[in-house]
């Protein structure tokens, strides 16, 4: 049966397949330099993984600064930006922690219960302790226990201010309507 979407069809393996699984909300990785300066990243891909105990996973290149620096400290931060962010959001996520210092870009409050800082401005954040990293493909599966988390109040929050939602590459997103 011939229908519209298998003549438009691309056929073969699609090396954007994650964008058919977009938007997802963007996050800010936040973790600890050598210096004791906090270095941000940018991340769609995330997941709750258990309610009891709290544990998130965030997936982040083995090759990614990010990376090394969670592996060392083994405390992180998750937050959760707001459309009012976007501009800083897209330099973050464009260049490497290594190269330009990133934490000129966004405000940051102490954590409760980790070392690296959350990002003032956030609508939300979660303190996490490094669980375990597991090696998948050209991504590292980072587990975090969640120690600590707000946001600025659910219920009405997601009706008041849409997260950043990240489409792929350097497009984002919100939510027009919430129901």
């Known amino acids: 049966m011939d229908s519209d979407a298998a003549k438009t069809r691309k056929w073969g393996f699609c090396e954007f397949y994650p964008r058919l699984l977009s938007p997802r909300v963007a996050v800010l990785v936040v973790a600890l330099k050598e210096d004791g300066a906090p270095n941000v990243m940018v991340a769609a891909w995330h997941t709750p993984v258990s309610v009891k105990p709290p544990i998130v996973a965030v997936c982040i290149s083995p090759g990614r600064y990010t990376h090394s620096l969670i592996l060392k400290t083994r405390e992180f931060t998750l937050n959760i930006p707001p459309p009012s962010m976007k501009?800083?959001?897209?330099?973050?996520?464009?260049?490497?922690?290594?190269?330009?210092?990133?934490?000129?870009?966004?405000?940051?409050?102490?954590?409760?219960?980790?070392?690296?800082?959350?990002?003032?401005?956030?609508?939300?954040?979660?303190?996490?302790?490094?669980?375990?990293?597991?090696?998948?493909?050209?991504?590292?599966?980072?587990?975090?226990?969640?120690?600590?988390?707000?946001?600025?109040?659910?219920?009405?929050?997601?009706?008041?201010?849409?997260?950043?939602?990240?489409?792929?590459?350097?497009?984002?997103?919100?939510?027009?309507?919430v129901f």
């Open 87 to 177: 501009e800083a959001v897209e330099v973050a996520g464009s260049m490497s922690g290594k190269d330009f210092d990133k934490s000129s870009l966004f405000k940051f409050s102490p954590a409760v219960k980790v070392k690296p800082p959350i990002i003032a401005d956030a609508i939300g954040s979660i303190e996490c302790e490094l669980s375990q990293v597991i090696d998948v493909g050209d991504h590292s599966i980072v587990f975090g226990n969640i120690v600590d988390c707000w946001a600025r109040g659910f219920g009405e929050v997601w009706r008041r201010e849409s997260p950043l939602l990240h489409l792929g590459s350097n497009f984002y997103t919100v939510m027009k309507e």
